[in-house]
């Protein structure tokens, strides 16, 4: 099993939709999860982070958090032809594991 | 204010040559992280450091080396390159791992092992 799941996609949602990106991962011992978002041939960037259960919301963006079932989830609402990127899900351990694993990503495209 | 630099942007290498990525953070980091990407693949971590003479391997570190001498600076060694290390390279900096901290990118190093 990899260590971050996602599913490449690519999703199509309705301008002004709710776009919704799942992610699984392996290690129960997982502590902080990341969303980057990635443009074509640029670098990726943070949109959020969450290391409690349950749900943290910044602006259009809601990322959820279940450690139980070991999924994290990001919901973009009212969804815009500028989210139309790669969104990438990142996990770290911690507990002095400093590596950060990132998911394949999932490709969004939101339709005009 | 820079951020992370890597140099060079493009580089075509013949099979079996050598090359050296540069990277360079102007935020006083701790940490600082290698990453390739592949077309159409997430970020697999190469090495990783979490300060000046520490380095540690990650998920894919065959073919590759790297130093840190300074905190500043944490060049990535490619030893007789290989047409699978054509990719998309990427340097990132945080103050730590951690809740809240982000992670810091480049702009990517295209390479082309030919």
């Known amino acids: 099993q990899k260590e971050v799941e996602q599913n490449s996609g690519p999703l199509s949602v309705p301008e002004g939709a709710i776009a919704s990106l799942n992610c699984t991962y392996s290690?129960?011992?997982?502590?902080?999860f990341f969303w980057y978002r990635q443009y074509s041939g640029k670098s990726p960037e943070l949109i959020m982070f969450?290391?409690?259960?349950g749900d943290k919301e910044d602006g259009r963006f809601t990322a959820q958090l279940n450690k139980a079932s070991q999924y994290v989830s990001l919901l973009i609402r009212d969804s815009q032809p500028s989210d139309s990127a790669t969104y990438l899900c990142?996990?770290?351990?911690?507990?002095?594991?400093?590596?950060?694993?990132f998911g394949k990503g999932t490709r969004l495209h939101i339709l005009p | 204010n820079a951020g992370v630099t890597q140099t060079p942007k493009f580089r075509i290498l013949k099979i079996g040559q050598s090359m050296t990525l540069q990277c360079t953070q102007d935020?006083?980091?701790?940490?600082m992280y290698w990453y390739r990407q592949d077309p159409g693949m997430g970020l697999k971590l190469i090495y990783y450091?979490?300060?000046?003479?520490?380095?540690d391997k990650g998920e894919v570190p065959n073919g590759y080396n790297v130093s840190r001498s300074t905190t500043e600076d944490f060049p990535l060694r490619l030893e007789l390159a290989a047409p699978s290390q054509t990719s998309v390279y990427f340097c990132?900096?945080?103050?730590?791992?951690?809740?809240?901290?982000?992670?810091?990118f480049g702009e990517g190093s295209w390479l082309t092992v030919v």
């Open positions: 990132a900096s945080s103050y730590s791992s951690g809740s809240g901290n982000t992670i810091y």
């Open positions: 290690d129960r011992g997982s502590q902080s």
């Open positions: 969450i290391y409690s259960n």
């Open positions: 990142a996990v770290n351990r911690g507990n002095r594991d400093d590596k950060i694993i």
């Open positions: 935020m006083n980091h701790n940490y």
């Open positions: 450091s979490v300060g000046a003479g520490i380095t």
